[in-house]
């Protein structure tokens, strides 16, 4: 019996969020797997490395359709065809319609790169710096109709380190964000966080505890992350 959830991934672009889902999902004991990944420009290199790792690609370019309705309704059609139960955002650089965020309500869910409600938007990690915030990271949450909001459902934190520029803090939060979206996308798969009434609620068997949001990864992570220094960031934590 296949009780895994079929999962279908939403990319724009690089699609190294894409590689890390399909890494953490070849495992055996992971509660989803990957039946597909759908591109919205022919500029998402992270179709062809999802290709290359046997996984079935769509390209569903927005350009061929007349609006945005018709497009989420074309990337809906091949959602349905791939036998989808929940949707992952990774890099997905379009904002959905209410029709189709309805369709897929507690079943879609999206990374972003700031532990949010702090910098929804673009060029998070610049932002982060100018604010001056000592603590940054990422936050994978349920897909609302408001760009960069609804319910979260995990979260982990990177410091920001003196003398860091965009690009640096970039890097350390992605390699979060790899492991914190194989760890998130397993708790919904698994039932142990779930919407009700606008908020996440997570079940007793829930695994994800503080440890896993602040810096330290698991050593059974079913994505490799280079393990921080603990000792390091105790420094710069106030
Ligand atoms: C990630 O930083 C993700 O949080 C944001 O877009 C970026 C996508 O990177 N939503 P990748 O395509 O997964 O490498």
Redesign the pocket.
């Known amino acids: 019996m296949n009780s895994r959830k079929r999962v279908a991934i939403l990319?724009?672009?690089?699609?190294?969020?894409?590689?890390a889902l399909i890494a953490a999902a070849a495992g055996d004991d992971y509660p989803a797997e990957i039946v597909g990944v759908i591109a919205n420009t022919p500029k998402a290199r992270?179709l062809e490395s999802a290709r290359m790792r046997g996984i079935p690609t769509r390209m569903v370019p927005q350009r061929d359709y007349p609006d945005r309705a018709a497009h989420d309704e074309a990337i809906g059609a091949v959602l349905e065809e791939l036998g989808a139960e929940m949707v992952c955002?990774?890099?997905?650089?379009r904002l959905l319609t209410p029709a189709f965020v309805e369709r897929w309500a507690g079943r879609m869910i999206?990374?972003?790169?700031s532990l949010l409600p702090a910098f929804p938007g673009l060029d998070t990690h610049s932002r982060a710096l100018a604010a001056g915030v000592r603590v940054h990271g990422?936050t994978v949450h349920f897909v609302t109709e408001a760009m960069d909001d609804g319910p979260i459902v995990a979260q982990a934190a990177v410091p920001v380190l003196a003398g860091d520029t965009a690009d640096a803090l970039?890097a350390r939060?992605?390699k979060a964000?790899h492991r914190l979206y194989a760890q998130a996308l397993a708790m919904v798969a698994r039932g142990e966080a779930r919407v009700e009434g606008g908020r996440t609620v997570f079940s007793a068997t829930s695994d994800w505890g503080a440890e896993d949001a602040l810096y330290s990864p698991a050593p059974d992570a079913p994505v490799s992350l280079e393990t921080l220094d603990l000792e390091r960031l105790a420094r710069f934590t106030p």
């Open positions: 990319i724009s672009g690089r699609g190294s969020n894409m590689e992270g955002l990774a890099g997905y650089m999206n990374i972003h790169p990422a970039a939060v992605l964000e």
